[in-house]
């Protein structure tokens, strides 16, 4: 299994500064270890500028038509063709209509991405999206060809009151609930991320983070028998490059999700090659 190394740009870069970023990223990264894939989950506004920056044909070709696009991108993910991937930061589990504000999956897919995020803490906590609506939205990226990365995990006080296995089960078992349970491996994965980590320089430690993906790897196993050992548990909470190896080398670390230390391409290498 791939380790997937993921930039989370947040409300970040304009075109211009994502194009850049791209290309500095493309030529500090050079040709990426076989071990490992990358993904940027750029704002919506930047995703095009983006995905013209990268150089392979999965990516350049998307841009003919939406519906070329969603036939690469299908294929891409039964097989990936390149080793760099777009994402998504959010998505609205709808094909298209009425509704003012929102991004839907094959408008993703149009701009060249293959992931999409679903549930980050951000979303759940500042804009106020429940564990039933995140299901929604993860069931249906992934039902129109998106690979997608559920984010969950929980608060200081949910830690404190010995909450941690009660609220990730929840937010697992609505997450998944209209997820089929035979769907390939590589299409979904979790990214734990613990609230009190994000943003704050404060990482989980190494124990920490052990025991909320031990008991993922296990949540996993029961919904997805087959190929929950397949499939990736990233950690993302504060990884910087002088953090980054020793996170990924954890049992049960499959990839990280980065969001400060993402922004500049010199720092984001580094983690990627850590
Ligand atoms: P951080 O953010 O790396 O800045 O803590 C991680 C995330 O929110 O995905």
């Known amino acids: 299994m791939k380790k997937l190394m993921a930039a989370n740009w947040k409300m970040y ?18 040709d990426l270890p076989s071990d490992r894939e990358v993904a940027v989950f750029a ?4 995703l095009d500028a983006c995905g013209r920056a990268l150089p392979y044909d999965a990516c350049r070709r998307a841009f003919d038509s939406s519906d070329a696009c969603v ?3 299908q294929k891409a993910s039964g097989q990936p063709a390149a080793s760099f991937f777009l994402g998504g930061q959010d998505v609205y589990p709808a094909a298209e209509g009425a ?7 094959g408008m993703l897919l149009d701009c060249a991405c293959r992931f ?32 997608v990365v559920l984010c969950l995990g929980e608060t200081l006080e949910e830690r404190e009151a010995g909450k941690l296995e009660a609220v990730l089960r929840e937010q697992f078992s609505a997450g998944v609930a209209g997820v089929p349970g035979d769907i390939a491996p590589q299409r979904l994965s979790l990214a734990y991320e613990p609230v009190w ?26 919904k997805f028998v087959a ?18 190896s020793q996170i990924i080398g954890l049992d ?23």
């Open 227 to 244: 190929q929950a050992d397949q499939m990736r548990i990233l950690y993302g909470g504060s990884v910087k490059p002088d953090n980054a």
């Open 116 to 147: 999409v995020l679903t549930g980050h803490s951000e979303r759940r906590h500042i804009l106020g999206e429940s564990n039933e609506f995140v299901g929604r939205k993860t069931a249906f990226a992934l039902e129109a060809g998106l690979d």
């Open 71 to 73: 036939r690469v991108h």
């Open 13 to 30: 870069k304009t075109r211009v500064q994502a194009e850049e970023t791209i290309k500095d990223l493309l030529r500090l990264l050079g």
């Open 252 to 274: 049960n670390v499959d990839g990280v999700l980065v969001g400060g230390a993402s922004l500049e391409a010199e720092s984001f290498s580094r983690i990627v090659l850590a």
């Open 43 to 46: 704002p919506f506004t930047a």
């Open 99 to 105: 509704f003012t504000g929102e991004i839907s999956p």
């Open 197 to 222: 980590a994000i943003g704050t320089g404060r990482v989980a430690g190494p124990s920490e983070i052990l025991e909320a993906h031990a008991l993922l790897r296990d949540i996993l196993r029961k």
